[in-house]
């Protein structure tokens, strides 16, 4: 008995861009929580070198941004160039000084938000004394309030005591930047291991999205 089967293109052509349909969907929203989970992991790794209020510097994002796709992507992104050298690790060296000047540790680090430089310094508190120390590295001295008798005062050197040092009759010098020909920067952050991490979730991803679909 010969059994004739009848063609319906409209009907196959239907029936493919529905299943296309669900793997675009499936596809881009796995995508789009890869892209989440990467930013939360990274803003974390950022957190611990540059400190939480800075972790938004990184962000990761899924395209497309809105509807569905087949080939969907996602990215990382750095909205201050200088993590790559906290990325990757590596040297740094002045261009066009002889030194880095670093604000040493017992000193304020920050100012008006701001980091601390010679520059910023000596327009908000006065002249810097450059101390040449043989064997060792420099040192830009300045000024804060003596201790009562003028007697030397210990502690952490705060913008408060920087600013009282300016006007005191009683000044004595104080270390306040060394100056470095080289800063070595080892890796600190991890953001390759997370992407790589996410690649290989993805496709698990994916999964679950499908049979989500499958259940709509």
Request: proline share 5%.
């Amino acid at each position: 008995m010969a059994v004739k089967v009848k063609y319906d293109r409209n009907a196959w052509r239907k029936g493919l861009s529905e299943a296309q349909q669900q793997m675009a969907r499936a596809a881009t929203k796995a995508f789009r929580e890869g892209a989440k989970e990467i930013q939360r992991q990274g803003q974390a790794d950022l957190a611990s070198v540059v400190g939480p209020s800075n972790a938004k510097w990184f962000f990761a994002r899924a395209k497309p941004k809105g509807g569905y796709s087949l080939r969907p992507s996602l990215r990382g992104y750095r909205r201050k160039q200088f993590l790559n050298i906290f990325e990757r690790g590596g040297t740094i060296e002045p261009l066009r000084r002889k030194y880095l000047w670093l604000p040493l540790s017992h000193v304020v680090q920050r100012v008006s938000r701001k980091r601390l430089t010679p520059r910023i310094y000596e327009r908000m508190f006065g002249k810097l004394q450059f101390v040449k120390r043989p064997g060792k590295a420099p040192l830009l001295l300045g000024d804060v309030a003596a201790g009562r008798g003028g007697r030397r005062t210990t502690g952490k050197v705060t913008r408060a005591r920087l600013t009282r040092g300016m006007a005191a009759t009683r000044k004595r010098k104080v270390p306040i930047f060394v100056g470095l020909s080289s800063v070595t920067i080892h890796q600190r952050l991890h953001f390759d291991e997370i992407y790589e991490r996410m690649r290989q979730e993805l496709p698990e991803l994916y999964k679950r999205m499908m049979a989500l679909e499958g259940n709509r």
